[in-house]
T-cell receptor, first 115, second 114 residues
């Protein structure tokens, strides 16, 4: 089955330190991968996507993600964490084709940045 | 403000009630979606509408009935729900489904079934 997995329910990082939120995927064919963020009492917001090209994708709020085909991973990273980065992060993958395509999400990772 | 508005923000209903969730998007998008968010579970895709036509029903029980009268409005009609249906229901829209699609989400309706 095509899916994404986020192995960590929670990640805790001190402000100013680098952060990584992990994601692995299982899809047939070339993967189209996404990261979304959810702040409290809000819907999800798009952060970045990988379609093709450079393995390092840059997105909103200083986040970036590294696509690794051999490890089937798409980890989210940021060089220096901010307290305001504390939120719930979802990895997602596009499955299907054309008008029948759909985005499926992982279970989410709660990122907590301590001052 | 994402351009996708959901009402109500909170809903408490009994198992015998009938209620509806409403979603409206002001982005000129052609695809609309219902997702269910439960704690520590993957976000579950429920329904997809593309140009008002339903293109996905992800094995959702019939007690959930979607309606898409036009590309800007999406409803989720609820009847005889179960307590396990309590969750955050998120509506989203996109220009069209596909690799370049970017979903825009509403803030959700927090549903509690008693």
């Amino acid at each position: 089955a095509q899916s994404v997995a986020q192995p960590e329910d929670q990640v805790n990082v001190a402000e100013g330190n680098p952060l990584t939120v992990k994601c692995t995927y299982s899809v047939s064919g070339n993967p189209y991968l996404f990261w979304y963020v959810q702040y409290p009492n809000r819907g999800l917001q798009f952060l970045l996507k990988y379609i093709t090209g450079d393995n390092l994708v840059k997105g909103s709020y200083g986040f970036e993600a590294e696509f690794n085909k051999s490890q089937t991973s798409f980890h989210l990273k940021k060089p220096s964490a901010l307290v305001s980065d504390s939120a719930l992060y979802f990895c997602a993958v596009l499955v299907g084709y054309s008008s029948a395509s759909k985005i499926i999400f992982g279970s989410g990772t709660r990122l907590s940045i301590r001052p | 403000e994402t351009g996708v508005t959901q009402t109500p923000r909170h809903l408490v209903m009994g198992m015998t009630n009938k209620k509806s969730l409403k979603c409206e998007q002001h982005l000129g998008h052609n695809a609309m979606y219902w997702y269910k968010q439960s704690a520590k579970k993957p976000l579950e895709l429920m329904f997809v509408y593309n140009f008002k036509e339903q293109t996905e029903n992800n094995s959702v029980p019939s007690r959930f009935s979607p309606e898409c009268p036009n590309s800007s409005h999406l409803f989720l009609h609820l009847h005889t729900l179960q307590p396990e249906d309590s969750a955050l229901y998120l509506c989203a829209s996109s220009q069209v489904p596909g690799p370049n699609e970017k979903l825009f989400f509403g803030s959700g309706t927090q549903l509690s079934v008693l």
